[in-house]
């Protein structure tokens, strides 16, 4: 799995691409994290080239999505493909932690 | 097919190699292929992090079959009895910030799987799922 970063103003994107299985969700959860400590106001989490995600995902996004939330800030997941809007929207996580377009 | 490691996370890959080998050799629609792999990796994880109370090496086999009409994943392991079945179901309509953090792994099972039975049998977790062969 890899992990692209990119920034613009306090706004960070993370273009996720391949498995977020378990290593995987650690993997997000450590960017997640660097965004958070450079500031990031707003994170988007682009899983439109995820190819998978499973519950340590899912609760890495959930932790993350909390923890900005509480500080007025914001975590969405952007583009699920459609391997990973499947499991979103059958954990009941689509409505609140998905973009809508 | 059968495809029989141990209780190590860097073994996990080889039973994911092994399915898409599986599924390539029987041609499985690629639903079918993406719920078994997201059953086995939830069930197999929840394996190696709570099956074992030592930290020796455990054998864990996994048996894939298919009779043309469904995917039959058979798991046996010799960890501390666990039933999945038990697990309380999740209330995906609790809004998201008072959701509890647990429980995603089996819920995901429930619903891409279609049957799931377990048994306890000779000091072993024997799990069974199958998933229809849909497109």
Avoid at chain 1, 45 to 63: D, I, K, M
Avoid at chain 2, 3 to 21: Q, T
Avoid at chain 2, 102 to 128: A, E, K, P, S, V
Wanted: aromatic share 6%; hydrophobic share 40%; net charge neutral.
């Amino acid at each position: 799995m890899e992990i692209r970063t990119s920034v613009s103003g306090n706004t960070h994107e993370l273009l996720v691409a391949g498995r977020v299985d378990g290593e995987g969700a650690n993997q997000l959860e450590l960017e997640i994290l660097a965004a958070i400590r450079a500031n990031a106001q707003s994170i988007y989490v682009n899983l439109s080239q995820a190819t998978f995600l499973c519950s340590a995902g899912l609760r890495a996004l959930l932790q993350y999505w909390r923890q900005m939330k509480n500080s007025q800030r914001l975590l969405l997941v952007t583009r699920p493909s459609p391997e990973v809007d499947a499991v979103l929207a059958t954990t009941g996580f689509k409505e609140q932690m998905v973009e809508k377009v | 097919m059968e495809i029989v490691f141990h209780n190590r996370p860097e073994e996990k890959p080889r039973l994911l190699r092994a399915l898409e080998v599986f599924a390539a050799e029987h041609r499985l629609p690629a639903k079918t292929r993406q719920a078994a792999d997201l059953a086995l990796e939830e069930y197999v994880t929840n394996l190696l992090n709570h099956a074992y109370a030592d930290t020796a090496l455990h054998e864990i086999r996994v048996r894939l079959s298919c009779d043309g009409r469904a995917l039959h994943v058979e798991v046996e392991d010799d960890g501390r009895e666990y039933n999945p079945l038990k697990a309380p179901l999740v209330d995906t309509s609790i809004p998201l910030e008072e959701r509890p953090i647990g429980g995603l792994g089996i819920h995901l099972m429930r619903r891409f799987m279609d049957t799931l039975d377990y048994r306890r049998q000779g000091g072993r977790n024997i799990l069974r799922m199958t998933k229809r062969l849909e497109a």
